[in-house]
């Protein structure tokens, strides 16, 4: 062998050598440490490759995305507190009350849901339990017009003394206790009273509520236990109606955390405002303001409750609530309505002893205007009915226009010895078209104030001693029987000056106790048959 041929061959082994050690070191270094990597076999390794590399691409976790809650009844569920009295037996025993009930819940979802998102935001700034937005479906099932035999009104049934201590109006034209609104924020501020009164314990908070607290508190001394021992609800020997309220509540509430469980299928409500306040500028025609927003007049009236009478309050309050989507139209009709076209109305009750002349010089009109807004023929009027006063008058408005302005007055002339029920009557409607009491209406026609009234049923009337409501004139002297309320004055201290029973004279002018006495009323002190 030439060497040069020799030499071509040294140097392919050195190219073989340096290949080789070249190869040798890509093996990979977890192999070649590893004894067991190196009997894997091809899938193996190709399998455990994957699963480093994936391990190595994996993100950190995230947080998990909470989605916004758009129905009512979900937030409510969120906000519930008081579960742990849901599994008491007392409460189970309520559950068949409502279970399966699909139209009892179909009819408080329709009524609450203008009202329930304003109440829950009201509870949630204070941290209440949410279990208070349930209340009013066992008050009243959310009707802003239910009314007790109790003489309690409203979504959240209250008393009229009641609700004149937490604030709430009544006159009238208005009834804050009908405002739903109104009397939630009246109701919050009551319920808070109490739960700070009877040391944070929200059931006995909320049974001093539907009896009282002068009667919880009697019920805990009965007890022989006191707060400060840790006195709980159920020990307490409480009226039939208390002791069964709070597990009616608890009951509800049980079912609105899980209803699918009971049979109940929820109408979700949005999450959202239903209705808007509007500011008006002065008295003003229900019918009228709902015409300017585009609105059903029933659905006006269900939202504003509050104002008893046809129109608004001629001094205050003076708003309405309407649709959200309403609000901005109304607000923008009522500026366009200029203030001299606005003509407001005042009432005025007739006291015994009364002239038509004298209200009118009383009350800076006219006898004729008086005439033609309240529909007289003469100058004959009734104590204990009402006149219209018309306020701000144009004095070049001649009596056809005055008389076109007129409202429709609920009062007719006479009240008639029976009456046919119309389709969309109620108890209290009728009672207040003719100014009587709901009360004596059952009571002389032989049913309970809650019944319901038929279409087609005939009311008996006849009762009414219209001599009682005696025709007045300058000419006839007041009776010894009749006492002028001074101002100062209360029924007992009345009854105290005269040798009288409180209830007697209760009796003798058909009160019930809660009503409001004033200077200058003719108060009866001596029973009507001696008269």
Same mark, same amino acid.
């Given at each position: 062998m030439s060497w040069g041929s020799s030499s071509r061959l040294l140097r392919l082994l050195c190219i073989g050598l340096v290949v080789i050690i070249q190869a040798c070191s890509t093996i990979p270094e977890s192999d070649t440490d590893n004894p067991s990597a190196q009997s894997e076999s091809p899938r193996t390794r190709a399998v455990n490759s994957q699963r480093r590399a994936t391990t190595v691409s994996i993100p950190a976790p995230q947080e998990e995305e909470v989605l916004p809650v758009t129905d009512m009844w979900e937030r409510i569920r969120q906000g519930l507190q008081l579960t742990d009295y849901y599994d008491h037996e007392t409460v189970l025993a309520r559950l068949d009350d409502y279970a399966g009930n699909q139209r009892f819940f179909d009819v408080v979802t329709e009524r609450a849901s203008p009202f329930l998102y304003t109440i829950v935001e009201l509870l949630e700034a204070d941290g209440l339990p949410l279990?208070?937005?349930?209340?009013?479906?066992?008050?009243?099932?959310?009707?802003?017009? %239910?009314?007790?035999? &109790?003489?309690?009104?409203? @979504?959240?049934?209250? =008393?009229?003394?009641?609700? #004149?201590?937490?604030?709430?109006q009544?006159?009238?034209?208005?009834?804050?206790?009908?405002?739903?609104?109104?009397?939630?924020?009246?109701?919050?501020?009551?319920?808070?009273?109490?739960?700070?009164?009877?040391?944070?314990?929200?059931?006995?908070?909320?049974?001093?509520?539907?009896?009282?607290?002068?009667?919880?508190?009697?019920?805990i001394e009965r007890s022989?236990?006191?707060l400060d021992d840790g006195v709980e609800f159920w020990d307490l020997r409480l009226a039939r109606e208390t002791r069964a309220h709070i597990p009616k509540l608890l009951a509800i509430a049980k079912i609105i955390q899980?209803?699918?469980?009971?049979?109940?299928?929820?109408?979700?409500?949005?999450?959202?405002?239903?209705?808007?306040?509007?500011?008006?500028?002065?008295?003003?025609?229900?019918?009228?303001? %709902?015409?300017?927003? &585009?609105?059903?007049?029933? @659905?006006?009236?269900? =939202?504003?409750?509050?104002? #008893?009478?046809?129109?608004?309050?001629?001094?205050?309050?003076?708003?309405?609530?309407?649709?959200?989507d309403k609000a901005e139209q109304l607000s923008q009709a009522v500026a366009r309505i200029p203030s001299s076209e606005l003509l407001t109305w005042d009432r005025y009750e007739?006291?015994?002893?009364?002239?038509?002349?004298?209200?009118?010089?009383?009350?800076?009109?006219?006898?004729?205007?008086?005439?033609?807004?309240?529909?007289?023929?003469?100058?004959?009027?009734?104590?204990?009915?009402?006149?219209?006063?018309?306020?701000g008058l144009n004095?070049?408005?001649?009596?056809?226009?005055?008389?076109?302005?007129?409202?429709?007055?609920?009062?007719?002339?006479?009240?008639?010895?029976?009456?046919?029920?119309?389709?969309?009557?109620?108890?209290?409607?009728?009672?207040?078209?003719?100014?009587?009491?709901?009360?004596?209406?059952?009571?002389?026609?032989?049913?309970?104030?809650?019944?319901?009234?038929?279409?087609?049923?005939?009311?008996?009337?006849?009762?009414?001693?219209?001599?009682?409501?005696?025709?007045?004139?300058?000419?006839?002297?007041?009776?010894a029987a009749d006492y002028r309320v001074l101002p100062g004055d209360t029924m007992a201290a009345i009854a105290a000056k005269h040798g009288l029973a409180v209830n007697d004279l209760l009796r003798w002018n058909n009160f019930s106790g809660e009503e409001v006495i004033y200077p200058d009323q003719i108060i009866r002190i001596q029973p009507p048959a001696t008269r």
């Open positions: 279990e208070l937005a349930l209340l009013p479906v066992i008050e009243s099932t959310y009707d802003p017009n %239910a009314y007790s035999v &109790d003489h309690a009104v409203g @979504l959240w049934q209250f =008393l009229s003394s009641t609700g #004149r201590s937490f604030g709430l009544q006159d009238w034209w208005y009834d804050g206790r009908r405002d739903a609104i109104a009397s939630s924020e009246a109701a919050i501020s009551y319920l808070k009273r109490l739960h700070g009164q009877f040391d944070g314990d929200w059931l006995l908070a909320l049974a001093a509520y539907n009896t009282g607290s002068p009667n919880m508190r009697r019920a022989g236990s006191s899980n209803p699918q469980a009971f049979g109940i299928e929820l109408p979700p409500i949005d999450n959202a405002p239903q209705i808007s306040r509007v500011e008006i500028s002065g008295q003003i025609d229900l019918r009228q303001a %709902a015409e300017l927003a &585009d609105t059903d007049y029933e @659905l006006l009236r269900h =939202l504003n409750a509050g104002f #008893r009478q046809w129109a608004t309050h001629p001094d205050s309050p003076q708003f309405l609530y309407v649709p959200v007739i006291q015994p002893g009364d002239t038509l002349s004298g209200i009118a010089s009383r009350l800076g009109t006219e006898v004729d205007v008086l005439r033609v807004v309240n529909r007289l023929s003469g100058n004959r009027i009734i104590a204990g009915r009402s006149l219209l006063i018309p306020r004095g070049d408005q001649n009596m056809t226009e005055l008389a076109e302005l007129a409202p429709e007055i609920a009062l007719p002339a006479t009240i008639p010895s029976s009456y046919r029920v119309q389709s969309g009557d109620n108890l209290w409607s009728i009672a207040r078209r003719f100014q009587l009491r709901s009360s004596d209406i059952a009571s002389h026609n032989g049913f309970s104030i809650n019944d319901l009234l038929m279409p087609g049923q005939v009311l008996d009337l006849a009762y009414v001693e219209r001599s009682a409501l005696a025709e007045t004139d300058s000419s006839l002297p007041r009776s």
